[in-house]
């Protein structure tokens, strides 16, 4: 499993909601067994810590407890697609996408409430654009 750390100020900024320090670590679901596990029977996720699906363009929470803030990326990071909350036994899908990022959306619920969606997919943009450049 790979695990980066982000250390961004946009991204800090985004997720003080989410977390009290400065780093986010994003979990590469590069396998078969991860991709298929995801995050099924986790009862929460970490405030500080996300999944990454590459070569993906659907995502579903069968099984899953919570509901997951999906994104949907293009081949240079750029965000496409931005669902704030997928509930459990759902399905969400973007057939441009080529990765899909997932988080706990219960910690984005106030910062959705103080923020635009546009306002935190910029934000989100800049993250993910750094945590692209941490694996060049």
């Given at each position: 499993m790979t695990?980066?750390?982000?250390?961004?100020?946009?991204?800090?900024?985004?997720?003080?909601?989410?977390?009290?320090f400065?780093?986010?670590?994003?979990i590469?679901?590069?396998?078969?067994?991860?991709?298929?596990?995801?995050?099924?029977?986790?009862?929460?996720?970490?405030?500080?810590?996300?999944?990454?699906?590459?070569?993906?363009?659907?995502?579903?929470?069968?099984?899953?407890?919570?509901?997951i803030?999906?994104?949907?990326?293009?081949?240079?990071?750029?965000?496409?697609?931005?669902?704030?909350s997928?509930?459990?036994?759902?399905?969400?899908?973007?057939?441009?996408?080529?990765?899909?990022?997932?988080?706990?959306?219960?910690?984005?619920?106030?910062?959705?409430?103080?923020?635009?969606?546009?306002?935190?997919?910029?934000?989100?943009?800049?993250?993910?654009?750094?945590?692209?450049?941490?694996?060049?």
């Open positions: 695990r980066i750390a982000l250390t961004d100020p946009l991204w800090e900024q985004l997720l003080i909601v989410l977390y009290k400065n780093r986010m670590t994003i590469m679901a590069d396998s078969f067994w991860q991709r298929l596990r995801g995050l099924i029977g986790m009862p929460s996720l970490p405030k500080d810590k996300g999944m990454y699906f590459p070569r993906c363009k659907i995502v579903h929470t069968m099984f899953m407890r919570m509901p803030l999906v994104v949907f990326c293009n081949k240079k990071g750029q965000i496409i697609k931005l669902i704030p997928v509930k459990p036994w759902s399905i969400a899908f973007c057939f441009k996408a080529s990765g899909v990022y997932e988080f706990d959306a219960r910690h984005y619920e106030v910062l959705l409430q103080q923020k635009d969606l546009f306002s935190v997919q910029k934000d989100l943009q800049q993250a993910i654009f750094e945590y692209m450049h941490t694996l060049s």
